[in-house]
């Protein structure tokens, strides 16, 4: 509800973060491809020029994998700071409206600390989200893909590998959430 409510009012820059983001990732799916090429060449001994081209392409896919992340950071930090603005524009107008019996209920560090810490928390979170967790989950996707259309065996062990990393994660995460309660309360 809060991503539709602070995200739909930008979904054209969404659409063109979610595009850079795909294409971000298949070229890093592709580059390893050229690399694989160019070592099956040299061991085949294949001549300068054809090389040279294969040098040049990845040359150029990297170059522009590398300008496709710098487009996708600032694309999420742009749309989390525009969405972000827009939360805490209304929160505030929220708090202003809300009787002075609660605010003198309330510390101004637990006031300050709501209104920028958990929205500046969030603006992390949106920025970072595209590209930590909804970034890696596609490339790990991708990199699954190409395992098992290379080794089928390979493929499925580090599957097996990657959902048992994926549960260990969660369960850490369960574990260090009480802590980062307690800590955010301690800060506020």
Not at 95 to 117: P, W, Y
Not at 142 to 169: K, N, P
Request: proline share 2%; charged share 15%.
């Amino acid at each position: 509800k809060l991503l539709r409510r602070y995200l739909m009012p930008l979904r054209g820059q969404m659409v063109l973060l979610a595009a850079c983001l795909l294409t971000y990732i298949g070229m890093g799916l592709i580059a390893p491809q050229f690399l694989k090429r160019f070592i099956n060449e040299v061991v085949e001994g294949t001549g300068a020029q054809v090389l040279l081209g294969l040098a040049i392409t990845f040359g150029l896919v990297m170059l522009t994998h590398r300008a496709l992340e710098v487009a996708v950071r600032y694309l999420s930090g742009r749309v989390s700071w525009a969405a972000t603005n827009a939360l805490r524009e209304d929160f505030l107008q929220h708090c202003l409206s809300l009787s002075m019996a609660f605010h003198n209920g309330k510390t101004s560090g637990e006031m300050i600390e709501r209104v920028d810490g958990d929205i500046s928390d969030l603006r992390q979170f949106f920025s970072t989200f595209v590209m930590n967790l909804l970034g890696s989950a596609l490339l790990l996707l991708g990199i699954l893909a190409c395992l098992f259309m290379e080794h089928a065996v390979v493929g499925a062990l580090f599957a097996v590998f990657s959902v048992v990393t994926l549960f260990s994660c969660g369960y850490l995460r369960l574990r260090g959430v009480p802590a980062q309660v307690q800590t955010r309360e301690a800060s506020s």
